[in-house]
């Protein structure tokens, strides 16, 4: 009946986020044995929930389960989509911390970086195994509190700057989502995700307008936290300024589980999706995806140039889950709906991948040049070639170059466009696309290419770096197999049901 | 409802707050005033006039009395302990800027650029 496995997701890194300062003071390996550890375990935990998904769903920490089919408990939910989001999350955060390993040496207190990664990871696990409004709402504060001290930690003038920006945006995102909560709470009398759902569809005809304020307010603080063009304004200064292994979870893990994931669970399992609505997100995500990438193309600092990407990245995925949503809404043919869904999952889990490890190379060519100007590169693939392999492999994913995986799922997107009968929505993508590579291009012939500048001193890249960037290549590669039905009846097709059940999610909860 | 209503216009205030004001410390000030109007907002909504206090006593309640719901009180508290950390860290945030810009004015705290 019950999974306690869920509870782990959370406890673990809690655990171990509080175990790492003890454990310093009387051992000075112990922090980095704790992180490797504990992040090994939970990736490979999330691996099997994943390959071999339990029973049941649900587990319902200190015993408080529901009295006559009304939940009042605190409930852990880990379907399709929650088991997706925690393999991306603990998969990405197991390469970043053996990449953190060597990297944060540079900087005094790496204790403190240690728990504040691990504050992180049981954040976000908690978000997406959330059940309920307010859990949400806290374990996005503990991420965000996470993130903005992570963002400063370097204490220069702009990483400070790119904090103090972050936090009043940040801070200002889940103030609006409490606000929505409390709109919620209002009209239903109950926090759990799935009783909220059951309650708006019982008395849909007669809260209409209130409905569509509160939707209102959660979209504007999830579009802030997913950086949508109006909204983006943080997003560039935080993920350039924050060290490198965090910018990698930051654009590869926070944006998508604070900002995508909260979309789909709220717009599609609890609200149902309007015709409204989806235009709203899918426009959203049209104008971030192409100003994100115009914007990029001028960019000269390199990772405020994969900043921008990770804007107009998520666009696709956010326009992607619009068209999704506009296909039920209009009464579509499920297979649609279906491939949609399949397109925009699959481009956030390659995002994370590619994208991760480009701000890895990203750091690897500051760690060794101490330069992030793409003007004073140059030249690097004589020192670099493994950190010029990844970050080719990357550039290729995410520009959508066919053996790597970025191609299928912007296919998939651009070919569930034309079958909903979206045919600009296509039509923007492809053009995304080709900017896109036009930007990677200008990367790669400036960082690794042409001469080298005279008088320039290079430090190694240490072994653990080069592992992590390595397997994350790797990935981009063999990641194409989930266009094959086997794999994906694994990896994706939980997820996408997750998402296909709309609002019917609740009655299987209950 | 005029409660209600006064409460979004403290929230509208914070909001305008944010939008014109170039002080950091008075950015911060604006953002409380979005939390506050929030909490007020919540604790408003779990409100019965004339209704008792969520406490079980020994005696019997009478089956006719109103309770306030405790549940949005329990939320706030939990929000307020929130709020405590964003307000230290961002005003933390704000003396270490203060450090080395040596001004309190965002005009002039523009190294990066959006």
């Keep these: 009946m019950e999974n306690p496995v869920l509870i782990f997701f959370i406890f673990l890194p809690f655990l171990a986020a509080f175990l790492i300062p003890l454990l310093n003071l009387f051992w000075d390996q112990g922090k980095t044995i704790v992180l490797f550890l504990v992040s090994f375990v939970l990736m490979l935990l999330a691996l099997i929930i994943v390959i071999n998904p339990p029973q049941s769903t649900q587990y319902i920490p200190g015993g408080w389960y529901p009295v006559d089919n009304i939940p009042v408990g605190i409930h852990l939910v880990g379907d399709g989509l929650s088991r997706f989001m925690l393999l991306i999350i603990n998969s990405i955060a197991f390469l970043c911390a053996i990449y953190a390993i060597p990297y944060v040496k540079m900087f005094t207190g790496q204790k403190y970086f240690y728990t504040l990664f691990f504050l992180q990871l049981a954040g976000l696990n908690g978000v997406v195994l959330a059940g309920d409004m307010f859990n949400l709402f806290v374990f996005m504060e503990v991420t965000a509190k996470a993130s903005y001290a992570l963002v400063a930690f370097g204490v220069r003038k702009t990483e400070i700057e790119a904090a103090f920006k972050y936090q009043v945006m940040g801070g200002l995102a889940t103030l609006f989502m409490l606000f929505g909560i409390a709109m919620l709470y209002w009209m239903t009398s109950t926090l759990n995700m799935a009783d909220i759902s059951v309650v708006l569809r019982n008395n849909h005809a007669e809260n209409t307008n209130v409905i569509h304020f509160t939707q209102l307010f959660f979209l504007a603080g999830v579009a802030i936290k997913a950086a949508m063009i109006p909204f983006h304004a943080w997003l560039p200064d935080a993920h350039s300024s924050a060290p490198s292994p965090v910018s990698a979870m930051l654009s590869g893990v926070v944006i998508k589980v604070l900002g995508i994931y909260v979309i789909l669970r709220l717009f599609i399992n609890v609200f149902a999706p309007s015709e409204f609505l989806s235009m709203v997100i899918a426009v959203l995500g049209g104008v971030s995806m192409t100003a994100g990438v115009i914007l990029a193309i001028g960019a000269w600092d390199l990772k405020r140039l994969l900043a921008y990407h990770s804007i107009s990245q998520m666009g696709y995925v956010l326009m992607g889950i619009g068209i999704g949503m506009g296909v039920i809404a209009g009464g579509g043919s499920p297979t649609t709906v279906a491939l949609t869904f399949t397109g925009a999952l699959f481009h956030m889990i390659n995002h994370a991948v590619f994208k991760g490890l480009l701000f890895l190379t990203a750091g690897s060519i500051e760690y060794s040049t101490d330069t992030l100007d793409l003007r004073k590169m140059g030249g690097l693939a004589r020192y670099m070639p493994l950190t010029m392999v990844a970050s080719f492999a990357a550039s290729m994913a995410i520009a959508g170059i066919p053996p790597f995986n970025g191609f299928f799922s912007k296919f998939a997107i651009i070919v569930a466009a034309i079958q909903g009968g979206y045919h600009f929505r296509a039509a923007l993508g492809l053009l995304v696309g080709i900017l896109t590579l036009a930007s990677f291009v200008k990367f790669q012939r400036y960082a690794f290419f042409g001469t080298p500048r005279p008088g320039v001193t290079l430090k190694h890249t240490p072994l653990l770096m080069k592992v992590s960037m390595v397997t994350m290549a790797v990935l981009c590669l063999i990641m194409s197999l989930f266009i094959f039905p086997e794999v994906r009846a694994v990896f994706l097709d939980p997820a996408v049901n997750t998402l296909l059940e709309t609002t019917d999610y609740a009655l299987k909860q209950i | ?114």
């Design chain 2, 1 to 114: 409802m005029t409660l209600y209503i006064l409460c979004f216009i403290l929230l509208l205030t914070g909001l305008y707050g944010l939008l014109i004001s170039r002080n950091i410390i008075k950015i911060v000030i604006s953002l409380t005033i979005v939390e506050i109007s929030i909490f007020l907002m919540l604790i408003l909504i779990g409100y019965i006039g004339g209704a008792l206090a969520p406490v079980i006593f020994q005696e019997e309640v009478l089956p006719h009395q109103a309770v306030v719901d405790p549940l949005p009180q329990t939320m706030v508290l939990t929000a307020i302990v929130i709020a405590l950390a964003t307000n230290s860290m961002i005003l933390t945030m704000a003396i270490r800027l203060y450090k080395k810009y040596g001004t309190f004015d965002i005009h002039e705290i523009s190294k990066l650029k959006g």
